[in-house]
């Protein structure tokens, strides 16, 4: 009987509409971010600025598990557990911010002209 490669399955379970906790804490961080800049900003305008830091901070985790969630779930769709981390791995590489762990080739693959049969 085969049996499916574990490093290709999710040890994680679904926490939240196919979301792990990994993915869930890193929107609900990235929301707790946004709200956070976003209320610092205003707070400079206004003058109010550990208030509406607070505020914004709890804004954003709000928006981020109830909005960001959404959209990261409509982003990964049906694809296979890990693709969306690898294909941001992919571009934040190709923007240089890390180093990317895939092998990448540059040049041109030489096949054989040569016909079996």
């Known amino acids: 009987m085969h049996t499916p490669s574990s490093k290709y399955l999710s040890r994680q379970p ?17 929301g707790i971010a946004a709200g956070a800049v976003s209320g610092m900003l205003l707070g400079l305008i206004t003058g ?18 109830f909005v960001f969630s959404r959209v990261l ?5 049906d ?3 890990g693709l969306l ?8 590489a190709h923007y240089g911010l890390v180093q990317s762990p895939y092998r990448h080739y540059k040049g041109v693959w030489r096949t054989s002209r040569k016909i079996k049969g």
């Open 79 to 81: 694809a296979p557990a």
């Open 14 to 30: 679904c926490v939240l509409k196919g979301l792990s906790l990994n993915e869930l804490c890193f929107v609900v961080a990235s």
């Open 73 to 77: 779930v409509r982003l990964k769709g």
């Open 85 to 92: 981390k690898k294909r941001a791995v992919i571009v934040l």
């Open 48 to 65: 109010f600025m550990a208030i509406l830091m607070i505020a914004g901070i709890f804004t954003g985790g709000l928006i981020g598990y």
